[in-house]
């Protein structure tokens, strides 16, 4: 008698209520001014009660806000500084702080760290600028990969392997008139960004709002961030970016220096 042994394929199933844990905060990350609890419970397709109870354990750890006002939920900081793990180096938000400090100080403008978060950037802090009217750039904030100086600076300085991973498939959806829509000229805008040092936005992502932003490199000389001056086109303008680039570089490369 020949005893034949019967292997079944495992099916591999993600976990329920983690995957609508994810999509709940994914579905945050869109709306940064705020979401009603109808509102996400609608667009997730999960009973208002449930949503209720996993907001409220979101509210407790940290990572969502509610603002009792308006009744509404948002994402706090803490999810997006976890993006960036740094047990080795110390935390890059407390050596940077000092540095960019500073350089508000001298630019009177909005001061930003951002990372790469797949195809997008995210604001991990900011030193808000001097002026009575300022651009403000909470964290959490997303960046579009081709729109913004803060991308551009790391996009050029990665390994053109992981470069172009990142660039394939990419869509290049215009917001402004000064948007680059095609990839040969955004190739091209990095070649340039990689030469002189420090990313352009010349009201690429937003109409009036210009910003200059240089790499924070690790020890490894890899770019893990990037340092970035934002503000109105009408006070940070387009003679000013060559000084105002190499105050920005200064103060990447002093981050640098404290997390290598």
Same mark, same amino acid.
């Given at each position: 008698?020949? %005893?034949?042994?019967?292997?079944?394929?495992?099916?591999?199933?993600?976990?329920?209520?983690?995957?609508?844990?994810? $999509?709940?905060?994914?579905?945050?990350?869109?709306?940064?001014?705020?979401?009603?609890?109808? @509102?996400?419970?609608?667009?997730?397709?999960?009973?208002?009660?449930?949503?209720?109870?996993? /907001?409220?354990?979101?509210?407790?750890?940290?990572?969502?806000?509610?603002? @009792?006002?308006?009744?509404?939920?948002?994402?706090?900081? *803490?999810?997006?500084?976890?993006?960036?793990?740094?047990?080795?180096?110390?935390?890059?938000?407390? *050596?940077?702080?000092?540095?960019?400090?500073?350089?508000?100080?001298?630019?009177?403008?909005?001061?930003?760290?951002?990372? /790469?978060?797949?195809?997008? +950037?995210? #604001?991990?802090?900011?030193?808000?600028?001097?002026?009575?009217?300022?651009? #403000?750039?909470?964290? +959490?904030?997303?960046?579009?990969?081709?729109?913004?100086?803060?991308? *551009?600076?790391?996009?050029?300085?990665?390994?053109?392997?992981?470069?172009?991973?990142?660039?394939?498939?990419?869509?290049?959806?215009?917001?402004?008139?000064?948007?680059?829509?095609?990839?040969?000229?955004?190739?091209?805008?990095?070649?340039?960004?990689?030469?002189?040092?420090? $990313?352009?936005?010349?009201?690429?992502?937003?109409?009036?709002?210009?910003?200059?932003?240089?790499? %924070? !490199?690790?020890?490894?000389?890899?770019?893990?961030?990037?340092?970035?001056?934002?503000?109105?086109?009408?006070? !940070?303008?387009?003679?000013?970016?060559?000084?105002? $680039?190499?105050? %920005?570089?200064?103060?990447?490369?002093?981050?640098?220096? $404290?997390?290598?």
């Amino acid at each position: 008698m020949v %005893v034949r042994k019967v292997t079944r394929a495992r099916k591999i199933t993600g976990v329920p209520i983690l995957e609508r844990t994810l $999509g709940l905060l994914e579905y945050l990350s869109q709306c940064p001014a705020g979401v009603a609890l109808s @509102e996400i419970a609608r667009a997730q397709k999960i009973p208002k009660n449930t949503t209720y109870r996993m /907001l409220n354990t979101l509210c407790a750890r940290g990572y969502v806000a509610r603002n @009792e006002a308006e009744l509404t939920y948002r994402l706090t900081r *803490k999810l997006a500084t976890l993006v960036y793990s740094s047990a080795q180096d110390g935390s890059l938000i407390e *050596k940077a702080l000092g540095p960019m400090r500073a350089l508000r100080d001298r630019v009177k403008e909005t001061v930003v760290i951002s990372i /790469l978060d797949g195809s997008e +950037g995210i #604001v991990l802090e900011q030193v808000p600028g001097l002026y009575p009217f300022r651009f #403000v750039c909470d964290p +959490g904030t997303r960046q579009p990969l081709h729109a913004s100086a803060s991308t *551009k600076a790391i996009l050029a300085f990665l390994p053109s392997e992981e470069r172009e991973a990142r660039l394939s498939g990419l869509t290049f959806a215009r917001f402004t008139e000064n948007t680059l829509t095609r990839a040969a000229a955004f190739r091209k805008e990095l070649a340039e960004t990689q030469a002189r040092g420090y $990313g352009i936005d010349r009201a690429e992502a937003l109409h009036g709002v210009h910003c200059v932003a240089a790499p %924070v !490199l690790n020890r490894q000389r890899q770019p893990v961030a990037a340092i970035t001056v934002t503000g109105p086109d009408e006070r !940070l303008r387009a003679e000013d970016f060559a000084q105002i $680039g190499e105050w %920005v570089k200064a103060c990447a490369r002093e981050v640098s220096e $404290g997390i290598a």
